[in-house]
């Protein structure tokens, strides 16, 4: 089993900035991609980035590209979510998210989940 825990949510004025983290441990060898998946107030889920493991591709959906940046490290196993110029819209609660297969891409699919961290904005 992989372990995912998440830090760095918080509240923030629309138009700052905040980083997420998600440390994964466990059988970390058997994650594929990892990435994130957020939850606003009365929506579905969401895809928000996605990083391949190994190749280090990564992916956003269309309403955060050019403003969130998914990054992760190996040691620990690490993944970061860079958010900047958040608006209100941007309120949710963000999971850390992990796979150990191929998925398509937007795809909310994952094997591993986080317990979420509280992202707020304000107008």
């Known amino acids: 089993q992989v372990q995912l825990v998440e830090s760095g949510g918080g509240l923030v004025q629309a138009g700052g900035s905040l980083r997420l983290s998600c440390v994964a441990s466990g059988r970390t060898f058997s994650i594929l991609s990892m990435g994130w998946v957020r939850q606003a107030p009365g929506k579905e889920r969401e895809f928000v980035a996605g990083i391949s493991w190994i190749s280090l591709n990564t992916y956003y959906a269309e309403s955060v590209k050019g403003r969130f940046t998914i990054s992760r490290d190996n040691a620990p196993s690490t993944v970061y979510l860079q958010m900047n110029s958040l608006t209100p819209e941007d309120t949710a609660v963000y999971y850390c998210?992990?796979?150990?297969?191929?998925?398509?891409?937007?795809?909310?699919?994952?094997?591993?989940w986080g317990q979420g961290t509280q992202v707020t904005v304000s107008s």
């Open positions: 998210v992990g796979r150990r297969t191929s998925q398509p891409t937007g795809s909310i699919q994952y094997d591993y």
